[in-house]
């Protein structure tokens, strides 16, 4: 059993910065892709940006140039630093894992969320 939990979110200034974490733990084999989404109220989730094992990266165009996603060096952690926040920026972020467990079963897990909003 493999549970995913993030950190870091709260309210911030437009122009400022957070930073997202998302640890998983459980009976993991490896890790493989790693990745944040995010859900605005009335919207679909949406990829942010995610990150391999071995270290390529991808990221949505509109955070693409604010955002850096990066990996734990035990390599079951991921952070997502966010700059120059935008109000549009406000969402519950959701942390995603490609996981292989114990078992050599392979499933994508979920974080519970972690609530961003940027607001003056």
């Known amino acids: 059993q493999v549970q995913l939990v993030e950190s870091g979110g709260g309210l911030v200034q437009p122009g400022g910065s957070l930073t997202l974490s998302c640890a998983a733990s459980?009976?993991?084999?490896?890790?493989?892709?790693m990745g944040w989404y995010r859900q605005a109220p009335g919207k679909q989730r949406e990829l942010v940006a995610t990150?391999?094992?071995?270290?390529?990266?991808n990221y949505a165009s509109s955070v693409k140039g604010r955002f850096t996603i990066s990996r734990g060096n035990a390599k079951n952690t991921v952070y997502l630093q966010m700059n120059s926040l935008k109000p549009e920026d406000t969402a519950v972020y959701y942390c995603n894992a490609e996981i292989v467990v114990l078992t050599l079963k392979k499933s994508d897990f979920w974080g519970e969320g972690t609530q961003v909003t940027v607001s003056s």
């Open positions: 990150i391999s094992g071995g270290g390529s990266t």
């Open positions: 459980g009976s993991i084999f490896s890790v493989n892709v």
